[in-house]
């Protein structure tokens, strides 16, 4: 069963940044595709960035590019979202997600069948 953590969320000015890490354990396969989902009150949830961890090829939603950076660090089996530049509008939970497969329609949030508890992100204006 692949258990997976998120931190580092916080509040923060508008134009600062944020880094959260996603841990996982009880990987089984080698290869995941773990994405970084984000909610808003009211709205519905929203992939920001993904990476397939066989490859390290990476996938961002318009919104997200040229601002946030996803990585990982695989002996420790960790997922990183490096947030920069921060908005009012990128305020809202961020969950980190899994699946086996690849990245295809990495935004598509049903496909996921593994997901972290969230971490709050507050960016004031």
């Known amino acids: 069963q692949v258990q997976l953590v998120e931190s580092g969320g916080g509040s923060v000015q508008t134009g600062g940044s944020l880094r959260l890490s996603c841990a996982a354990s009880?990987?089984?396969?080698?290869?995941?595709?773990m994405v970084w989902f984000r909610q808003a009150p009211g709205k519905g949830r929203e992939g920001v960035a993904a990476?397939?961890?066989?490859?390290?090829?990476?996938y961002y939603a318009d919104s997200a590019k040229g601002r946030f950076t996803i990585s990982q660090d695989n002996a420790k089996n960790t997922v990183f979202l490096q947030m920069n530049s921060l908005k009012p509008e990128d305020s809202g939970m961020y969950y980190c997600?899994?699946?086996?497969?690849?990245?295809?329609?990495?935004?598509?949030?049903?496909?996921?069948?593994?997901w972290g508890q969230g971490t709050q992100v507050t960016v004031s204006s």
């Open positions: 009880g990987y089984t396969y080698s290869s995941y595709c």
């Open positions: 990476i397939y961890t066989g490859g390290g090829s990476t």
């Open positions: 997600a899994a699946r086996r497969r690849g990245c295809a329609t990495w935004w598509d949030y049903i496909d996921f069948l593994y």
